[in-house]
């Protein structure tokens, strides 16, 4: 492993066996260190191995002039979140969740706090990524002695749900209140109060959640089952005129138009989140 340049006494880019370029990080791990010499591999905490070459500049540019600490936490709770809770992560995580917990401390050193206006909807419908966030308070406050509140842990967890579904961090912001207006929708429509305790419910949820990744991806499905599409609009009308009013309101706010195939889906799952109703 050989040195390429060096960032700060604690970060430096390399190359690896292979010749591919890594950035590396380990306390004192640049101080005194040249390019073209080897790395002391004895120093090294964290290999850094990013694909996008426009995210590994990010990151070298952020990295320089950050406090090895924060650095640290902010991996730490990546790793955990793929470890133990099997999370397939876009590689710029490392670049936006470190980058939000740096600003979160210079923020709370200014005694300045931002409220988050999702907090509710994220614990909703972002339960798992809301406890990532709380893992990442629990961690700030035993390194760093900093008791960051709890609206930080909501702001957190959708930097998660952006990198989950490899999104852009404005559209992750988004989400939880499009998908509290398309449940409202649903139950206006069909008049029912949907129960948040079924298997149903929560199958719709993460449907919905897909739904939306494709939405902002481009990635809709195509119209293959247009013989189906008319079975369920047939035999089940209400559920089919609900799911268009749904799909009439994504296009209204995102300006993509959803496919026949994906408005025939979306009714298949609000029939089946009021089974228990019929």
């Known amino acids: 492993m050989i040195v390429d340049k060096v960032i700060n ?14 950035v590396v990080m380990g306390r004192g791990l ?7 010499q080897p790395v002391d591999e004895a120093k090294i905490e964290k290999i850094f191995r990013i694909k996008s070459e426009d995210t590994a500049v990010q990151l070298k540019e952020l990295l320089a002039n950050m406090p090895l600490e924060r650095v640290k936490i902010s991996t730490d709770i990546i790793s955990f979140a793929k470890s133990n809770l099997n999370l397939k992560l876009n590689q710029s995580i490392y670049v936006t969740l470190t980058d939000h917990i740096n600003f979160a401390m210079e923020r709370f050193e200014k005694g300045i706090r931002l409220q988050n206006a999702l907090l509710w909807e994220i614990k909703r419908f972002y339960p798992h990524e809301f406890d990532l966030g709380r893992y990442a308070l629990r961690l700030i406050k035993e390194r760093l002695g900093v008791e960051l509140p709890e609206d930080e842990a909501g702001f957190i967890a959708l930097h998660f749900v952006n990198a989950e579904y490899g999104t852009d961090i404005k559209d992750a912001f988004r989400f939880p209140n499009q998908l509290k207006d398309i449940l409202e929708i649903t139950s206006t429509e069909l008049g ?9 419910y929560e199958r719709f949820v993460t449907h919905l959640k897909f739904l939306l990744q494709r939405v902002y991806r481009k990635e809709l499905l195509p119209d293959e089952e247009s013989e189906l599409a008319e079975i369920m609009q047939t035999k089940y009308p209400r559920e089919y005129r609900c799911s268009c009013k749904i799909a009439e309101y994504i296009e209204n706010n995102t300006e993509c138009k959803l496919s026949e195939e994906e408005i025939m889906y979306l009714a298949i799952h609000i029939k089946r989140v009021t089974m228990a109703d019929d």
């Open 9 to 22: 006494n604690n970060i430096i880019s390399a190359y690896d066996e292979s010749g591919k370029e890594i």
């Open 30 to 36: 640049g101080f005194g260190i040249r390019p073209g």
């Open 192 to 200: 029912i109060v949907l129960d948040e305790r079924t298997l149903h």
